[in-house]
C-alpha cells in the first residue's frame, strides 16, 4: 500500500489535478481536511470508501488509521488543501510513517497564493519592481516563527510578501512593515480564493485592518504585500522584445 498527500488545490474542485483526482478515485481510505477541502473532492472517493475529517483529530490518531489501512493493504488518500509542501503539517506524519516503515508519496496542489493572484488578475514578480516573494506567516498558537524570519527583515529585501495564517494579526504586520514599506503601500486580502465565496478587500497599510474588520474576515484568507498590486507604468520583460534573441528565437542573420 501506499500513503498518497495530496495537494487539492485552493477551494475550486476542478483546480484539482489530473493525478491527485485519480488517486482519490482508487483509494479505500480517505482523511482530509474538513473545513479546507471541498465536499465535491472528497466524493470522488470509491463506493465504501472509509472517509474521515481530520479537523477534529490528533497526530496519534491520524498515524493510527493509516496504520490500520497499511495492515490492511489499503491505499491512503491524505488530502490537504492547496499544496501540502506549504504549511500542510505533512512533515511530522511523513517521520512518522518513514519511522514505521510505510511508504508514502506526495502529489503536488495548486497552492492558495496562486489562486489569491489570479484572483487579483496579478503577476506577482514584475521587472523592475520585484523579482521575488516571500511565504511567510507571523508567529501563533501552532508554532511561533524561528528568530531570524521577522517581517522587518522581510520587508527591507522589496519582495512581494504573502503572509498565511495571518488575518488575525494585520495590527502586527503594519506595525511591523509600515517603517519599511510606508503607509500607503498596497494590500490586498483574498478571502477563500477560488472558492463560490471568495471575497477581495484592497487597501494599504493603513486601512487594511478596518477594511477587514468590516468584512468580518477571521479566518481562510491570504495577505499580499507590495508595489506589484499597483505598479503604474513598469518596465516590459525582455523575454518577448523583438531585439532579445535566445536559443528559441536567435533573429535573422
Avoid at 155 to 169: E, N
Amino acid at each position: 500500500m501506499t500513503v498518497y498527500f495530496i495537494g487539492a488545490g485552493p477551494g475550486a474542485p476542478d483546480l484539482l489535478t489530473l493525478r491527485a483526482a485519480r488517486i482519490i478515485e482508487r483509494c479505500p481510505v480517505c482523511l482530509h481536511a474538513g473545513s479546507l477541502v471541498p465536499r465535491e473532492v472528497v466524493a470522488m472517493a470509491p463506493e465504501g470508501a472509509r472517509i474521515l475529517d481530520t479537523s477534529s483529530m490528533t497526530l496519534d490518531e491520524i498515524v493510527n488509521e493509516i496504520r490500520t489501512a497499511h495492515d490492511k493493504g489499503q491505499d491512503v488518500a491524505r488530502v490537504h488543501s492547496g499544496d501540502p509542501s506549504i504549511y500542510g503539517a505533512i512533515g511530522e506524519q511523513m517521520r512518522r510513517l518513514e519511522a514505521a516503515g510505510i511508504p508514502f508519496e506526495i502529489v503536488p496542489g495548486v497552492p492558495s497564493f496562486a489562486a489569491a493572484a489570479a484572483a487579483l488578475k496579478c503577476e506577482l514578480t514584475l521587472p523592475g519592481i520585484s523579482q521575488s516573494i516571500v511565504l511567510t506567516r507571523t508567529s501563533g498558537k501552532a508554532s511561533s516563527m524561528p528568530p531570524g524570519e521577522t517581517l522587518e527583515r522581510f520587508a527591507k529585501s522589496g519582495a512581494t510578501l504573502v503572509l498565511h495564517l495571518s488575518i488575525r494579526r494585520l495590527r502586527d504586520v503594519r506595525r511591523a512593515l509600515e517603517p519599511h514599506l510606508g503607509a500607503d503601500c498596497p494590500v490586498a486580502v483574498i478571502h477563500r480564493a477560488s472558492w463560490p465565496d471568495e471575497k477581495i478587500l484592497r487597501g494599504t497599510l493603513a486601512d487594511i485592518e478596518r477594511k477587514v474588520r468590516e468584512a468580518r474576515i477571521t479566518r481562510t484568507a491570504l495577505i499580499i504585500v507590495g508595489e506589484v498590486l499597483t505598479p503604474g507604468n513598469f518596465a516590459d520583460s525582455a523575454l518577448y522584445d523583438a531585439g532579445f534573441r535566445h536559443l528559441l528565437r536567435p533573429g535573422k542573420a
